[in-house]
């Protein structure tokens, strides 16, 4: 382990462009640039809520109410925010036509554990201005090479073991009782009670729907493709997280333990650092982009 990474951008460039099997971790860092709060840092949402009341499923069960307002409240601030040039710079990192103008015939998987989509519409984005790539970044390869292992903030899921319908669903509000009441929430409010037949509903089967995404003591998404990469991997960038949440926490470590280089992009020192060959503390915004070369 490295006691003192280094900051060296050009050593970073280095160890990228000779890198053949590249993965970023990603956290909710990355997304504080556009408005969407973080967790543990400092306002942090678990600092300020306690999320044994609001992301487990026992929550759920004891009080569908509250929690379908506190994802109501972090869906409609997700919904008022937009990419920001981290999540364009990992994006266009993930198209094979842009990221060999930079490193030659590496791959790269991101690994984000943010739930807010943004990472997704970065690449919409990317698309959308430049129509000559659109196919590219449709393609499987593409929509594959971004693995949201905490699940989307924005599915709505049944709860009915005998259905399970999932779907897509980015009305606001998410349906007609809960509008307003994301104010409750951002001023620290005592929420109002919300009869549960009000609340979301399955559209396929009419049973309670709870948010799409992956509380805790739920199992992440892609563990054992991540385990792959992880395994492989010979560079691991990690951007915007404490480094306490496992599985992810862990992912940097093993990287190196295996022989691989780190490099830690994130605004203060965390958990992580010492697992860091490279450490570039400040805005992901301003780091990420300069460091992937673009």
């Given amino acids: 382990m490295s006691s ?43 600092r300020k809520y306690d999320a044994i009341k609001l992301a487990t499923p026992e929550a759920f069960r004891a ?8 994802y109501h409240y972090r869906r409609e601030k997700a919904l008022a925010a937009q990419p920001n040039p981290g999540h364009l710079a990992l994006a266009k990192f993930s198209v094979p036509s842009i990221r060999e103008t930079v490193v030659l015939g590496a791959s790269f998987t991101l690994i984000t554990q943010n739930v807010d989509g ?8 990317i698309a959308e201005t430049h129509p000559e790539l659109a196919d590219e970044v449709s393609s499987s390869a593409v929509q594959n090479s971004m693995l949201e292992m905490h699940g989307r903030l924005f599915d709505v899921v049944c709860t009915s073991a005998r259905c399970g319908h999932r779907e897509f669903n980015l009305h606001s509000p998410v349906c007609p009782a809960l509008a307003g009441t994301e104010n409750v929430f951002a001023r620290d409010e005592p929420e109002p009670h919300i009869d549960e037949k009000d609340l979301p509903r399955c559209k396929n089967c009419g049973s309670l729907a709870r948010p799409g995404v992956v509380w805790f003591g739920e199992m992440p998404w892609f563990l054992d493709e991540i385990d792959g990469l992880v395994d492989h991997a010979d560079l691991c960038i990690v951007v915007g997280t404490s480094s306490t949440v496992y599985p992810a926490a862990g992912y940097a470590h093993a990287v190196k333990m295996n022989g691989g280089n780190v490099a830690v992009f994130n605004l203060d020192r965390s958990d992580g650092d010492g697992d860091a060959d490279f450490l570039f503390l400040g805005p992901a915004e301003t780091t990420l982009p300069k460091a992937l070369g673009l």
């Fill in 4 to 46: 003192s990474p280094s900051d060296d951008m050009s050593a970073f460039t280095s160890a990228l462009k000779s890198s053949k099997r590249t993965i970023a971790v990603a956290g909710a860092g990355l997304s504080a640039a556009s408005g969407v709060p973080t967790f543990r840092g400092a306002g942090g949402l678990w």
């Fill in 63 to 70: 009080s569908p109410s509250r929690v379908w307002q506190f």
């Fill in 118 to 125: 943004l990472s997704r519409r970065a690449l919409t984005q």
